[in-house]
């Protein structure tokens, strides 16, 4: 194409192989703009680099070229992790693989995209209709036996992000070899395939809609976590939630109801989905008192003493207190052990006699080791990990395969985790 010839044959190479592969006029026509008007520097950004699979997945701008997340990229990655699963998972077709997403631009288009891939493939896809919070898809990895999942989300990141989460048959983000198995797959099966830009799902038999299944069963489980259900209902607390304009507050509706709580008071500026996250510069309540100020508005108005906010795919849980001196926001660590004590606590009153030797809680090596100091005091154990909640996910399932009963883990980035949920 020698109206696209710029003097860098790496350059040229990819432009070609961009324009040939790439189907989605807008970025299309973005990478023919960027070479028209011959913005060089920028077209190697774009073109000559590749997100790299890692964090157990790939998190990015959204946008036109490799280096970015678009129409393209995702197929290229699901083709890969595709390509891989099938020489690795010998099941693969009959177990299946669970695939949902957040409520950001193109979350939904490209959740479609990834289920049409693997349904090429003649593997059965539970593609959630609808937004769903992120534990639900490592919940219904195990729930329904699949061999993997992915969620589309950039969790926390800013509008202008999106991502491809990958989780394991252990319901886990993915570790080595598994993450760089899927990354040399993705090279090596970069052309994308014709079926691949198909994204009408309406007639695919082994597409199901795992949703009202999940919930059930989801919420079912969670029952189990609730100990004081009277004292719950009777609690003269209100609690004031806010989704940062992400997925959470139905399904956090649907929790207090469990529990027996009555529902939050929400925080009606950020309660709905909403992919712009308008009253917030960066929709990630570890931030603390600068992503909390309507909550605290909110929460004032309502004579609310508790505050509850997740991230915008409701995997992160952070929470604030009216204290005397004002709001006081509770760090990652001080929530980790007010959880840890309170889950050991729990788990004596029911197991009274019971040796606590085979009781683990695990953390992170940039976590507070306060629960260290508890377990030493009353008789548990504690392991600590490498930074991120993959290693610590997977440190737990290795233990409760050796039959140990693993009660929380937690990471300093307002992260945790109890048993299944």
Request: hydrophobic letters at 40%.
């Amino acid at each position: 194409m020698a109206e696209h010839r710029t003097g860098d044959k790496e350059l040229d190479e990819n432009i070609s192989k961009w324009l040939k592969w790439d189907k989605n006029e807008n970025t299309k026509q973005e990478i023919e703009r960027l070479v028209r008007d011959k913005e060089m520097n920028q077209l190697r950004v774009l073109l000559n680099n590749r997100m790299a699979f890692g964090t157990a997945g790939i998190r990015g701008n959204m946008g036109p070229g490799f280096a970015q997340m678009n129409d393209l990229t995702i197929i290229q990655t699901a083709q890969g992790q595709a390509a891989y699963m099938i020489k690795v998972c010998p099941d693969l077709k009959q177990r299946g693989i669970v695939i949902g997403h957040d409520a950001r631009y193109n979350s939904e288009r490209w959740a479609h995209m990834v289920a049409g891939v693997f349904l090429n493939h003649d593997i059965k896809v539970y593609l959630f209709s609808k937004i769903v919070p992120t534990p639900y898809v490592p919940y219904s990895v195990l729930s329904l036996g699949c061999d993997a999942g992915v969620m589309v989300t950039a969790s926390h990141n800013p509008k202008n992000d999106n991502g491809y989460k990958v989780y394991w048959a252990n319901g886990v983000q993915i570790i080595p070899p598994h993450d760089k198995g899927i990354q040399e797959s993705i090279l090596e099966n970069l052309t994308p395939q014709e079926t691949s830009w198909l994204a009408d799902l309406t007639s695919r038999p082994l597409r199901v809609n795992p949703l009202d299944q999940i919930t059930d069963r989801y919420f079912s489980d969670m029952l189990e976590l609730c100990h004081h259900r009277e004292a719950n209902a009777n609690t003269p607390i209100k609690f004031t939630y806010t989704a940062m304009h992400g997925v959470g507050y139905e399904f956090v509706v649907k929790a207090y109801e469990t529990f027996g709580f009555p529902p939050p008071i929400p925080v009606k500026e950020q309660v709905l989905p909403d992919p712009d996250f308008p009253t917030v510069k960066f929709p990630n309540p570890e931030e603390g008192k600068s992503a909390l100020d309507l909550s605290f508005a909110t929460a004032d108005a309502n004579g609310s003493s508790v505050i509850i906010a997740n991230d915008p795919d409701a995997d992160r849980l952070a929470v604030a207190e009216k204290q005397l001196q004002g709001w006081k926001v509770f760090s990652g660590n001080e929530l980790g052990a007010l959880f840890g004590w309170w889950l050991w606590k729990c788990y004596r009153e029911k197991h009274t006699s019971d040796s606590a030797s085979d009781v683990w809680m695990v953390t992170s090596t940039v976590t507070s080791m306060i629960l260290r100091a508890i377990a030493k005091k009353e008789g548990f154990n504690h392991v600590d990990t490498l930074t991120g909640f993959k290693w610590m996910a997977n440190k737990a399932d290795d233990l409760k395969k050796q039959g140990k009963t693993v009660l929380f883990a937690f990471e300093e980035a307002i992260g945790k985790t109890k048993s299944q949920l």
